[in-house]
């Protein structure tokens, strides 16, 4: 069992910054990619970005140059900067880890809403 504890979410202007993290605890040897996903009112859950290996990254093209996502193994913890934030990053966002062996296993944490005013 892996769990993920999300923190760093909150109110801020469009064209701010914000910081969220993701620590991670239990059975962390067994993950093999993390990423942060997003959720809008009204709308399907999506990718936002991803890491494996602590240097392979990968991004939502409505995200590129504006997030960056990283990981800090001896924290345990995963981190998404967000700079340049638009009304329409409004969302809840959620901290993923996947493990792919010997099967697929999802696990996901609360949540911390992220909401970008106009």
């Known amino acids: 069992q892996v769990q993920l504890v999300e923190s760093g979410g909150g109110l801020v202007q469009a064209g701010g910054s914000l910081r969220l993290s993701c620590a991670a605890s239990?059975?962390?040897?067994?993950?093999?990619?993390m990423g942060w996903y997003r959720q809008a009112p009204g709308k399907q859950r999506e990718l936002v970005a991803t890491?494996?290996?602590?240097?392979?990254?990968n991004y939502a093209d409505s995200v590129k140059g504006r997030f960056t996502i990283s990981r800090d193994n001896a924290k345990n913890t995963m981190y998404l900067q967000m700079n340049s934030l638009k009304p329409e990053d409004t969302a809840v966002y959620y901290c993923?880890?996947?493990?792919?062996?010997?099967?697929?296993?999802?696990?996901w944490g609360q949540g911390t809403q992220v909401t970008v005013s106009s």
């Open positions: 239990g059975n962390i040897v067994s993950i093999n990619i």
């Open positions: 993923n880890a996947k493990r792919v062996s010997p099967y697929v296993m999802n696990y």
């Open positions: 890491i494996v290996s602590s240097v392979i990254t």
